[in-house]
């Protein structure tokens, strides 16, 4: 007598679960970014770079996904929920701020 958990059914390939988890991967990656101060520029530049070699073009058929270009959209919003709007530029360090018990006005996620 056969167990029904023994035959399990196959998951289904779902596109929008396949970039919605590449989405958020994208997220989580520029709020650690953002937490360790790197401007986002450089953000942008080092994700896509990342996605450039996850998704190299140079071997078989593999094509840019759609979602590379939504990503300095992706990472101004997670800036902008940090506290960090587009306009706003980085303040120079004060004296004071080197001194025991400085705390930072920038929220951290």
């Excluded at 929008?16 to 988890?21: E, I, L, M, S, V």
């Excluded at 980085?90 to 951290?108: A, C, E, I, V, W």
Aim: net charge positive.
């Amino acid at each position: 007598m056969p167990f029904e958990w023994n035959h399990r059914k196959p998951a289904s390939i779902s596109p929008g679960r396949f970039r919605d988890q590449f989405v958020r991967s994208i997220q989580e990656r520029a709020r650690l970014l953002c937490n360790l101060e790197y401007g986002r520029e450089e953000v942008v530049r080092r994700i896509q770079a990342a996605l450039d070699w996850e998704f190299d073009t140079s071997i078989g058929a593999t094509t840019r996904p759609s979602f590379y270009d939504e990503v300095p959209a992706i990472v101004a919003s997670v800036y902008e929920y940090a506290g960090q709007p587009a306009a706003q530029k980085k303040k120079k360090k004060s004296s004071t701020s080197g001194r025991k018990g400085s705390t930072k006005s920038r929220r951290k996620l």
